[in-house]
C-alpha cells in the first residue's frame, strides 16, 4: 500500500501506482515549467544590455585636474589594493578575494582595450559603480562593494573614470572565479540586489551638517569601510540593523566602529585623523593588517576629506557611555605604571602575581618578558616603538585574532619606507607558547574576561599563509604628545 | 634548563629571558650569529629551529625546550663544509662577510623545503635579512650554485 | 744556515752601487715581537724615497720575515675591511719572493709589530702598503739570490728562484730559511726593484680565493666580535641622547644591584655598565639609560632645508682650479644646483672593541682603520704614554670610513682600566652605532656652464660647500669617550684634506678637458651634526653633481651622454673605460627605450683623478603610481692599473654600485631640533634583496705593469649619477636633491 502523504493520513490508494507515477511525472513538469517560466521572466527582467564600446580617450584629452579628483578617490577608495596583484602591474587585476563562497580575482581595470577596461565608455563605468554591471551587460559580483560606491555622485564618477582611463595599459588576464553553480551564474546577483542594493547616489541627511555629510558620503560611498567593519549575513550583504558592529577581512578582525569599539582608550576625531593620514594614534597604536595599505592611501587622499571621514567615524563610536571617560582614565594610569624600561625579575614576579587568569602562567611572563618587553617597555614612542601593549585594541579586543596575526607575523620591512618593523615569531612559537602568551597579555593588560577561543586563532591564523602588508609609516618627526603624555605627566605628580 | 643545540644536548644555566643569541654566541661560543641589531630587524642573528628561520637576538630561550636548534656550525665544517657553505666558498661570496652566515641559514630553510625554489621566490625569502656592503648580487649567485649542488645531490641518491 | 757573517754588500746588492749600509739592531729586531717601536728611520738624504710605504718604513724586515726554518711572514700596516686586502697582498708577496701562497702568513695593523700606514682608507691600501710589499719582496728576492749564489760559487743571474728556494743551476736548493742570517733584511730598500715580469704571473691577476672567507662562512673565529679572552666582562656604554649632552644625575645604586653587575662607571657625562654576562650588560644598560638625566642643548639644523642651511654657514673659500678665460664666448649657459643629506656608514655590525690594562700595558683590539692615530688618541685621553698602549687591529663588520670602532675602542680602554686585570669587552647597540657614528657630511654644488654652437663646454664654473670630510687623527678629541670625561678633551678643530687627494673637494676638479675651468671648495667649518669620513668622501657627491651636469648639458647640446662625454675626454685610459662600459652595455640600441618608466644613465670618472676608473651604464624602472624607481641591470667598466686579484676588484665595484644605489635612492639621515632620530633600519632603510637589479657585470681592463690603482672607492660616484641619470631619461625629470625618494619622484611626476 502507498502511504499518501498529502493529508497525513493513511489511506488505501484508490488510484494506483501506474496513474500516480503518471499524475507525478504531469505535476513535475507542470512545476518545471512553473519555474523555468519564472526563471525566465526573472532573466528578462534582471537582463541588461551591453554597453556599445569606445576608443579609450587620447592621452592629453582629460582635464588634469579632473583627474587628480580621481586620484584623491581612488586613494580613498582602495582601488589599487585589490586591483594590483602582490607582484603584479598596478591596477591590472588579479587579487584572489576569498569569501565563504569561494574565490572572486579582482579584474584588469587599466584602460587596455583587449584585457582590461579600455573600451568602457563613463556611462558603463558609472553603471558598473552604480548599478554592479559591467559593460557587456553581465553582473558584478559584491567582492566589488558596489553596493558602496553605488553612493558616489556622478561628478566623482567622473573624477574616478578620468583616474582609471589614464592609468598604463596592461596585458593581463586574472584567473577565473572559484565559484560553485549557480552562484557563477552571473545573473543570480541580480536576485542579491533586489534584496541588498539601494542605488545611489548619496542623498544628504538635513538632519546633520555639512561637514557630517561629507564624512558620510566618503565612509558609506567610496571609502566603503562598512564592507570590513560591518557583519554580514548567511548571503554575504551587510547586515544593515548591525552597522559598523565589526566585521573580518582577510583573517584580521575589522574592530566595531560603533558603540562598541573595543579600544582600551576612546577613539575621537583628531586620533581617527592621525591614525588615518599618519598609520599611528599615540593611544591606540599603528595601522597593520589590510588597514595598513587603507592608511597608506590616505596618505594621497584629501586631508580635508581625511579629516571629514574621521569626524564621521568619530560620531559613530559616539562617547560610549558615560563610564567611559573613567575608564579611559585607569587605562591609562595603568599604562603609564606598566612603563619602566627595566624588566627585573623582582618586576616579573610582581607582575606575575597580579594575573587574573586563575591558570597562572609563568611561561607567559616569561615569553613575555625575553621575546615582547624590550621593544613594548622600552622608552621609544610609536609608531617605531612598540606600542604599550595596555593600549592594544589586539589585546583587548573581541577574539585574540589580530593579536595572534601580528605575533606570528610581525610587521615586515618595507622597501625603502620609513615605518615600524617588528619581528614575527611564528617559527619560534609553537601553539602552546602562544595560547599561554595570549592568555597572559590579556590578563596582564586588560581586566576584560579571558578569551575563549584563542586555539581557534591559533589554528586558523597559522594555516593560512597570512600575506602580512608592509605599513607606509610617516614622516619621521616625533609625533606630537597624545593623551597618554598628558596622563603620564598626571599620573607622575600624583 | 637544556637546549638541542646541532643536534647534541646542552645544559644552559641562564636565566630563560635570555635572546638564544648571546647563550649561543657566549655560552657555547658559537660565532656565526651575529649581534646585528637585536631588534629582529636586519637577520645577522638568523638560526634554524625546527629548521624554520628565527631571529635569535629576540627569541628567549624560554621558547626552544624540546625544540631543534640548528647554526651554521651545525651544518658543516671547514674540513666538511656543507652544500651551502661550498656555495659561498666558491661563489666568494662575501665582502666584510659579517651578515653571511644569517643569509646562508634563512637560504638554507628555504632549500631544505623548497628545492626548487625560483630566483623571485629567493630573492623574496631574503627580504629580511639585511647586506650592507652590496654583496647581494654574489649572495644569490651562491644559493643558486648550493640549490644546485643539494638538487644534485638529491637526484643522485635517488638515482 | 744562519751565522755566516755578512760579506756582501747588501746596499751594492740592492742598488748596483754605492756604499755599504749595515746597521745593527742592538735589539734584534727580526726576532723582537714586543717592541712596540715601530721600525721605521729617516731614508738617505740624498737618494729619492723608495716606492710606496717604504718611504715612510724602509727598512725590509719591517715588511718580510723569514724564520730560521723557512717560516715567511709578511707585514703590513694595513687592515682588512672585508675588501679582500689580505688575499691581495699575500698574492704580491708570494709572487714577487716566488713563495708558496699558502705557507706565507701576514701580520696586519698592529702598533707593536707593523710599520705605520696610517688609515685603511682612501684605497690607498695597494698602492701604498701593496707597493710596499711588492717591492721589499722583491728586494728580499735578490738579497737571497746574492746569498745563495756566494755559498754556491755561481753568478747571481744563473740563480732562479721558486717555491721559497734559491735554486742553483747544478740544482742544488737552498731554502729561505737556510739563508737567512740575522741582520740580513734588516737594510733600507733601494728606490727601485728587480721586479717579475707580468707575463710570468701566476698568482697576481689571478682570482686567488680570499684566505679569510672559510672561516666566515664555517664559524670560524674571525671578528672582534668573537674575541673571547679568559676572564672577560661585558660592556655597554650610556650614551647622551644629543650631542653635547651633560649628565645631570644618575641613580645608579639599584642598577648595580642588578643580577651580574660589576660596576657603574660614570667619569664627567661618560656613563657605562659592566656585567659578568652580556644580556645581564644589556638589561643593566636600559635600566642604567632610565634612571640618566641628562642637560641637553644641541640644537640641530633644519633636515628639510640643509641647502639653505650650508650656504648660510661661514665658510672658508679655497680655490681648487682657476683656470678660468673670459671672452670664450658660449651660446647656451646652464646653471643647476645639487644636493646631498647627511648620508650613515650604518655598518651591518654595530661597533665593538675589547681591551685590556695588564701591568700597565693597555691592548686593544679594535676595528678602527687606523691602529696608529687611534693609539695615540687613546694614550693622550688616558694621559699614557704611547708605548704603554697597543692597539692590535681585529676585523669587525664593513665600515666604510670612519664609523663608531675608534670610538667604542676609547670606551674599552676607559673601562678596561676602571677595571684593571680584565678584558672589557664593550659592544654598541644598533641605535648607538646609528646616533652616534660620524656622517657623511651633508653637501651642496652650485655648477654653470657655457656650451658654444658645436657643443663643446666652454666654459665651467664650479662651487661645492661642504665640512671637512675627516675628523682624524685628531687626537683624544676626535673620541665620544674622551669628550665626555670630567676633564674632557675638546674635538679637534676641522681642517680642509688638500688636494689632490681632497675632502670636499675630492673629485671636484673634472677630468675633462675645458679650455675654462674654475672650481671653488666653501669649506664649512661649523659642524652641528657629527661628521667624518664615509667611502668616497665628496667624491660622491661631486661625481654625482658633474656626471648629472653633464647629462643636463649633453641634452641641451642633443648630444648622445656617452658621445658627449668621450668629446671632452682625451685620457686613453678614460676613454677606454667609457667606451668598454658603454659597448658592454650595448648602450647604442637601448630595447626598452621609450617604454613607460623605463630610463637608461650613463657616467664616468676617476677617483680622485688618481686611482682607478670606472665608468658605468645602468637600465632603471620607475613605477609610475608610487615613484619608486629601481636599478634593473647594469654594467661597469673599470681599470686598476696591474691587477692583482680581479675578483677583489669586481667585489668592491658590485658592492660600490649597490651601495652608492641605496644612498642615492633611499637614504638621509634625519633629526628633529635637538637628536638624531634615525636610530636603526626602520627609520633609516637601506636596499634590501627587492629591489636588487635583475644583472651586473664588471669588466676589468687590466695594465700590466702599471701602478696599483685603488679601487674600493671608484663605483660610488659613478653609480650615483647613472642612476639619476637613467631616473631624468624615464621620468623626463632632473631630480637634484638626493635621496631620489620614491615620494619626491612621485610628486615631480604627477598622477
Given at each position: 500500500m502507498l502511504q499518501s502523504v498529502w493529508d497525513g493520513k493513511i489511506r488505501?490508494?484508490?488510484?494506483?501506482p501506474m496513474m500516480r507515477a503518471k499524475r507525478f511525472a504531469r505535476n513535475a513538469v507542470v512545476f518545471c515549467f512553473i519555474l523555468a517560466l519564472v526563471a525566465g521572466i526573472f532573466a528578462i527582467a534582471a537582463w541588461q544590455p551591453a554597453l556599445a564600446p569606445i576608443s579609450p580617450p587620447?592621452?592629453?584629452?582629460?582635464?588634469s585636474s579632473l583627474i587628480k579628483r580621481g586620484a584623491e578617490l581612488a586613494a580613498i577608495g582602495?582601488?589599487?589594493?585589490?586591483?594590483?596583484?602582490?607582484?603584479?602591474?598596478?591596477?591590472a587585476g588579479g587579487v584572489g578575494i576569498q569569501t565563504p563562497f569561494g574565490t572572486i580575482y579582482s579584474t584588469n581595470?587599466?584602460?587596455?582595450e583587449k584585457t582590461g577596461i579600455?573600451?568602457?565608455s563613463e556611462t558603463a563605468f558609472q553603471r558598473a559603480m552604480r548599478?554592479?554591471?559591467?559593460?557587456?551587460g553581465g553582473y558584478l559580483y559584491p567582492a566589488f562593494p558596489y553596493d558602496h560606491?553605488?553612493?558616489?555622485?556622478d561628478d566623482d564618477d567622473k573624477a574616478l573614470y578620468a583616474f582609471v582611463m589614464t592609468r598604463e595599459p596592461v596585458h593581463a588576464i586574472p584567473p577565473a572565479n572559484e565559484l560553485p553553480f549557480p552562484l557563477n551564474v552571473r545573473l543570480v546577483m541580480a536576485g542579491w540586489n533586489l534584496a541588498f542594493l539601494h542605488p545611489g547616489p548619496y542623498r544628504a541627511d538635513?538632519?546633520?551638517?555639512e561637514n557630517w555629510n561629507r564624512g558620510a558620503y566618503l565612509v558609506e560611498g567610496?571609502?566603503?569601510?562598512?564592507?570590513?567593519?560591518t557583519p554580514r549575513n548567511f548571503l554575504g550583504a551587510e547586515k544593515a540593523d548591525q552597522k559598523f558592529a565589526g566585521g573580518e577581512a582577510e583573517g584580521w578582525t575589522a574592530y566595531a566602529?560603533?558603540?562598541?569599539?573595543?579600544?582600551p582608550m576612546p577613539w575621537n576625531a583628531d586620533a581617527l585623523t592621525h591614525y588615518l593620514s599618519l598609520g599611528f594614534a599615540d593611544d591606540h597604536g599603528v595601522a597593520r593588517g589590510p588597514m595598513a595599505d587603507v592608511a597608506s592611501d590616505l596618505r594621497s587622499a584629501s586631508q580635508d576629506d581625511v579629516r571629514a571621514i574621521a569626524a564621521y567615524v568619530a560620531a559613530q563610536i559616539?562617547?560610549?557611555?558615560?563610564e567611559r571617560p573613567n575608564v579611559a582614565h585607569q587605562v591609562a594610569v595603568q599604562a603609564a605604571r606598566g612603563k619602566t624600561v627595566a624588566d627585573t625579575s623582582a618586576d616579573n614576579q610582581a607582575d606575575v602575581k597580579t594575573?587574573?587568569?586563575?591558570?597562572?602562567n609563568d611561561e607567559g611572563a616569561q615569553i613575555y618578558a625575553g621575546a615582547?618587553?624590550?621593544?613594548?617597555?622600552?622608552p621609544r614612542a610609536l609608531p617605531y616603538g612598540g606600542i604599550?601593549?595596555?593600549?592594544s585594541s589586539g589585546i583587548?579586543?573581541?577574539?585574540a585574532n589580530n593579536l595572534i596575526n601580528v605575533v606570528l607575523y610581525g610587521l615586515p620591512a618595507a622597501e625603502a619606507t620609513h615605518a615600524p618593523i617588528m619581528p614575527g615569531f611564528i617559527n619560534a612559537m609553537n601553539d602552546t607558547q602562544l595560547i599561554l602568551l595570549a592568555r597572559y597579555l590579556r590578563a596582564r593588560f586588560t581586566n576584560?574576561?579571558?578569551?575563549?577561543d584563542i586555539a581557534d586563532s591559533v589554528r586558523e591564523a597559522r594555516s593560512a599563509q597570512r600575506a602580512m602588508t608592509a605599513q607606509q609609516a610617516p614622516s619621521p618627526e616625533p609625533a606630537p604628545a597624545g593623551t597618554m603624555q598628558r596622563i603620564t605627566d598626571e599620573a607622575q605628580h600624583q | 634548563m637544556k637546549l638541542n643545540i646541532n643536534n647534541s644536548e646542552h645544559d644552559v644555566d641562564m636565566?630563560?629571558?635570555?635572546?638564544?643569541l648571546y647563550v649561543l654566541r657566549?655560552?657555547?661560543?658559537?660565532?656565526?650569529?651575529?649581534?646585528?641589531?637585536?631588534?629582529?630587524?636586519?637577520?645577522?642573528?638568523t638560526v634554524l629551529v625546527d629548521g624554520e628561520p628565527i631571529?635569535?637576538?629576540?627569541?628567549?630561550?624560554?621558547?626552544?625546550?624540546?625544540k631543534q636548534i640548528t647554526t651554521l656550525e651545525g651544518l658543516g665544517?671547514?674540513?666538511?663544509?656543507?652544500p651551502i657553505q661550498r656555495a659561498f666558498i666558491e661563489a666568494q661570496?662575501?665582502?666584510?662577510?659579517?651578515c653571511i652566515p644569517g643569509m646562508m641559514m634563512r637560504a638554507q630553510a628555504l632549500l631544505q623545503k623548497?628545492?626548487?625554489?625560483s630566483d623571485a621566490e629567493i630573492r623574496a625569502w631574503l627580504e629580511p635579512n639585511l647586506c650592507r656592503c652590496g654583496t647581494h648580487m654574489r649572495i644569490l649567485r651562491a644559493i643558486h650554485r648550493a640549490q644546485a649542488m643539494m638538487t644534485t645531490a638529491q637526484e643522485g641518491s635517488q638515482g | 744556515m744562519s751565522g755566516a757573517p755578512i760579506t756582501l754588500s747588501r746596499r751594492a746588492v740592492l742598488v748596483g752601487s754605492g756604499a755599504l749600509i749595515l746597521s745593527f739592531s742592538s735589539t734584534a729586531r727580526l726576532l723582537?715581537?714586543?717592541?712596540?717601536?715601530?721600525p721605521t728611520a729617516p731614508p738617505q738624504p740624498s737618494a729619492p724615497p723608495p716606492p710606496g710605504s717604504l718611504a715612510k718604513a724602509p727598512f725590509l724586515d719591517s715588511w718580510i720575515r723569514i724564520d730560521a726554518d723557512g717560516a715567511i711572514t709578511v707585514f703590513t700596516g694595513?687592515?682588512?675591511?672585508?675588501?679582500?686586502i689580505k688575499t691581495a697582498l699575500l698574492q704580491v708577496a708570494a709572487e714577487q719572493l716566488d713563495a708558496?701562497?699558502?705557507q706565507i702568513k701576514l701580520v696586519t695593523a698592529d702598533t707593536a709589530l707593523t710599520?705605520?700606514?696610517?688609515?685603511?682608507?682612501?684605497?690607498?691600501s695597494m698602492q701604498d702598503s701593496g707597493t710596499a710589499i711588492m717591492n721589499a719582496a722583491a728586494q728580499v728576492r735578490q738579497l737571497l739570490i746574492a746569498v745563495a749564489a756566494q755559498r754556491a760559487g755561481r753568478?747571481?743571474?744563473?740563480m732562479t728562484t721558486e717555491n721559497a728556494a734559491v735554486v742553483a743551476p747544478d740544482g742544488r736548493r737552498f731554502g729561505y730559511g737556510e739563508l737567512v742570517?740575522?741582520?740580513?733584511?734588516h737594510v733600507q730598500a733601494a728606490p727601485q726593484s728587480v721586479l717579475k715580469d707580468?707575463?710570468?704571473?701566476?698568482?697576481?691577476?689571478r682570482r686567488i680565493p680570499?684566505?679569510?672567507?672559510p672561516a666566515k662562512v664555517t664559524g670560524g673565529?674571525?671578528?672582534?666580535?668573537d674575541l673571547r679572552p679568559d676572564g672577560m666582562v661585558h660592556a655597554r656604554i650610556v650614551r647622551p641622547?644629543?650631542?653635547?649632552?651633560?649628565?645631570?644625575?644618575?641613580?645608579s645604586g639599584a642598577v648595580e644591584a642588578?643580577?651580574?653587575?660589576?660596576k657603574v662607571v660614570r667619569d664627567g657625562s661618560f656613563l657605562a655598565v659592566i656585567a659578568e654576562r652580556e644580556f645581564q650588560a644589556i638589561e643593566a644598560m636600559r635600566a642604567l639609560a632610565a634612571a640618566a638625566q641628562w642637560q641637553e642643548t644641541a640644537k640641530l639644523p633644519d633636515a628639510e632645508n640643509l641647502p639653505d642651511f650650508l650656504a648660510g654657514l661661514p665658510s672658508q673659500d679655497i680655490t681648487v682650479l682657476d683656470q678660468q678665460q673670459s671672452g670664450?664666448?658660449?651660446a647656451k649657459t646652464l646653471s643647476a644646483t645639487y644636493s646631498r643629506p647627511y648620508v650613515a656608514h650604518g655598518s651591518i655590525g654595530p661597533s665593538c672593541a675589547v681591551a685590556q690594562l695588564d701591568s700597565g700595558t693597555l691592548t686593544v683590539w679594535t676595528h678602527t682603520q687606523g691602529v696608529f692615530p687611534d693609539r695615540d688618541a687613546i694614550a693622550e685621553m688616558l694621559h699614557m704614554?704611547?708605548?704603554?698602549v697597543r692597539c692590535i687591529h681585529t676585523e669587525g663588520a664593513g665600515?666604510?670610513?670612519?664609523?663608531?670602532a675608534d670610538d667604542a675602542a676609547a670606551d674599552a680602554a676607559v673601562l678596561a682600566r676602571a677595571m684593571p686585570g680584565r678584558p672589557v669587552r664593550v659592544q654598541w647597540t644598533r641605535e648607538q652605532e646609528h646616533a652616534c657614528e660620524p656622517y657623511g657630511p651633508a653637501m651642496m654644488v652650485k655648477v654653470s656652464a657655457a656650451l658654444d654652437d658645436a657643443g663643446n663646454i666652454v666654459d665651467w664654473d664650479y662651487g661645492v660647500w661642504s665640512n671637512t670630510h675627516n675628523m682624524r687623527?685628531?687626537?683624544?678629541?676626535?673620541l665620544l669617550a674622551a669628550r665626555s670625561l670630567a676633564e674632557p678633551f675638546p674635538a679637534p678643530e676641522p681642517k680642509p684634506i688638500p688636494?689632490?687627494?681632497?675632502?670636499?673637494?675630492?673629485?671636484?676638479?673634472?677630468?675633462y678637458k675645458f679650455p675654462s675651468a674654475k672650481v671653488i671648495y666653501h669649506f664649512l667649518?661649523?659642524?652641528p651634526v657629527r661628521i667624518s669620513a664615509l667611502r668616497a668622501l665628496g667624491g660622491y657627491m661631486n661625481v654625482f653633481s658633474i656626471e648629472s651636469f653633464m647629462d643636463e648639458l649633453a641634452a641641451a647640446a642633443a648630444a648622445d651622454p656617452v658621445e658627449f662625454r668621450l668629446k671632452h675626454l682625451d685620457d686613453p685610459r678614460a676613454r677606454e673605460v667609457v667606451s668598454t662600459a658603454a659597448e658592454r652595455f650595448g648602450w647604442s640600441h637601448k630595447?626598452?627605450?621609450?617604454?613607460?618608466g623605463r630610463g637608461y644613465g650613463f657616467a664616468f670618472a676617476r677617483y680622485k683623478n688618481l686611482a682607478a676608473y670606472c665608468a658605468i651604464a645602468c637600465e632603471v624602472e620607475v613605477?609610475?603610481?608610487?615613484?619608486r624607481a629601481r636599478m634593473v641591470r647594469a654594467v661597469a667598466a673599470v681599470d686598476?692599473?696591474?691587477?692583482?686579484?680581479p675578483d677583489g676588484i669586481t667585489n668592491q665595484i658590485e658592492g660600490a654600485i649597490l651601495q652608492s644605489m641605496s644612498w642615492t635612492l633611499y637614504e638621509n639621515v634625519t633629526f628633529d631640533e635637538r637628536r638624531?632620530?634615525?636610530?636603526d633600519w626602520a627609520t633609516y632603510p637601506i636596499l634590501r634583496?627587492?629591489?636588487?637589479?635583475d644583472a651586473m657585470e664588471v669588466h676589468i681592463i687590466n695594465r700590466p705593469g702599471m701602478p696599483f690603482l685603488g679601487?674600493?672607492?671608484?663605483g660610488q660616484g659613478p653609480a650615483a649619477a647613472a642612476v639619476a641619470n637613467a631616473v631624468a631619461n624615464a621620468t623626463g625629470h632632473r631630480f637634484?636633491?638626493?635621496?631620489?625618494?620614491k615620494e619626491r619622484i612621485k610628486a615631480a611626476i604627477g598622477i
Open positions: 488505501r490508494d484508490p488510484i494506483g587620447p592621452a592629453g584629452s582629460i582635464d582602495d582601488c589599487g589594493v585589490c586591483h594590483t596583484a602582490p607582484s603584479g602591474r598596478e591596477f581595470i587599466t584602460p587596455d579600455g573600451n568602457w548599478h554592479g554591471v559591467r559593460r557587456d560606491f553605488t553612493l558616489v555622485s538635513t538632519a546633520h551638517d567610496v571609502g566603503h569601510c562598512g564592507a570590513c567593519h566602529l560603533d558603540a562598541s569599539s573595543p579600544a559616539g562617547d560610549q557611555g558615560p594575573l587574573r587568569d586563575p591558570h597562572g615582547c618587553a624590550g621593544c613594548h617597555k622600552g604599550n601593549l595596555a593600549l583587548a579586543g573581541p577574539s576584560n574576561l579571558p578569551w575563549s | 636565566d630563560p629571558r635570555t635572546p638564544l657566549d655560552d657555547l661560543k658559537l660565532n656565526a650569529a651575529k649581534f646585528g641589531c637585536g631588534l629582529g630587524q636586519c637577520g645577522a642573528c631571529f635569535s637576538c629576540v627569541t628567549p630561550i624560554a621558547l626552544l625546550a624540546d665544517t671547514s674540513e666538511q663544509p656543507a661570496a662575501a665582502q666584510c662577510g659579517y623548497n628545492p626548487h625554489a | 723582537a715581537q714586543d717592541s712596540g717601536v715601530p694595513k687592515a682588512e675591511l672585508g675588501q679582500g708558496d701562497f699558502g710599520a705605520d700606514e696610517g688609515f685603511t682608507a682612501g684605497s690607498h753568478p747571481a743571474d744563473q742570517a740575522a741582520e740580513l733584511l707580468p707575463s710570468r704571473y701566476k698568482i697576481m691577476n680570499r684566505v679569510d672567507i673565529a674571525a671578528f672582534v666580535q641622547p644629543s650631542y653635547g649632552a651633560t649628565l645631570v644625575g644618575v641613580e642588578m643580577p651580574g653587575v660589576l670664450l664666448g658660449g704614554p704611547k708605548d704603554k665600515c666604510y670610513g670612519h664609523n663608531g687623527p685628531g687626537g683624544a678629541g676626535a688636494m689632490p687627494e681632497g675632502g670636499g673637494d675630492r673629485n671636484s676638479i673634472p677630468l667649518p661649523a659642524m630595447p626598452r627605450a621609450g617604454l613607460p613605477n609610475h603610481e608610487t615613484g686598476s692599473g696591474q691587477v692583482v686579484n638624531i632620530t634615525s636610530v634583496f627587492s629591489a636588487v637589479p679601487s674600493g672607492e671608484a637634484r636633491d638626493l635621496p631620489l625618494a
